[in-house]
């Protein structure tokens, strides 16, 4: 139980254009998403956290113009990445969160490998 | 200011020797205590947690960790490693209804 995927596995997409990552729970609801980017050898951070049917909330330096969340449903949250240059290439992670209060428990993930060329 | 510390960037030991893997916290309220792996490319799978109770903790494929609130440690250990724990390793710490605060990661390598 609890698996969360990600789709697409890995893109490549040419500078200036948007790419969409999708993240799903499978077999539970997830009142909450979180997704996180990881650059090569270092460890995850935290982009945004969103909650179904709100606005999701940005950790401090992220952009939220260049990284549209929208967390339509229990099972389904995404991520945009608009106008994308070299430098958003990097690896994005998401995971999901059951219920609020229940041991803050994380399911994550496979991730997905983005190539902005 | 809450923060996790992972102090050992890289750590090689022998297949079966024993290993220890260390994260120290620092955390206002009541700690949630997690140890995740990551294989290259691929996203983070959960070793073991810590919620309350036992401050030994046991995991999958044979990964231990013991909470040690006067240290505001979470160390995790193996018996005997085998090769294919060789990876990343994450320790995170989160609060109820908080996110998490992820250390920086060891990576182990394992020599045959």
């Known amino acids: 139980g609890a698996v969360v995927s990600q789709h697409p596995s890995w893109v490549i997409c040419k500078s200036g254009t948007s790419v969409k990552i999708e993240c799903r729970s499978l077999d539970f609801q997830a009142t909450t998403m979180f997704w996180y980017r990881q650059f090569p050898k270092q460890s995850l951070m935290l982009m945004a956290t969103s909650n179904e049917g709100s606005k999701a909330t940005y950790e401090q330096g992220v952009e939220k113009d260049k990284f549209l969340i929208n967390h339509a449903s229990l099972t389904l949250s995404t991520l945009t990445v608009t106008s994308a240059h070299p430098e958003d290439s990097s690896f994005y992670i998401c995971s999901a969160r059951a219920s609020p209060g229940t041991g803050t428990e994380q399911y994550f993930g496979p991730g997905t490998r983005l190539t902005v060329t | 200011a809450q923060s996790v510390t992972q102090p050992d960037i890289h750590i090689t030991v022998s297949e079966g020797a024993s290993l220890e893997l260390r994260c120290n916290y620092s955390?206002?309220?009541?700690?949630?205590l997690f140890w995740y792996v990551q294989s290259p490319g691929q996203g983070l799978q959960l070793l073991l947690k810590?919620?309350?109770?036992?401050?030994l903790v046991q995991g999958i494929k044979g990964f231990e960790a013991e909470f040690k609130r006067s240290q505001s440690s979470f160390n995790l250990r193996k018996p005997s490693v085998h090769w294919s724990d060789a990876a990343e390793y994450f320790c995170?710490?989160?609060?109820?209804?908080?996110?998490?605060?992820f250390g920086s990661g060891t990576r182990l390598s394992v020599k045959p």
């Open positions: 995170a710490v989160g609060g109820l209804y908080s996110t998490f605060i």
């Open positions: 810590y919620f309350s109770g036992d401050t």
């Open positions: 955390y206002g309220a009541t700690p949630y």
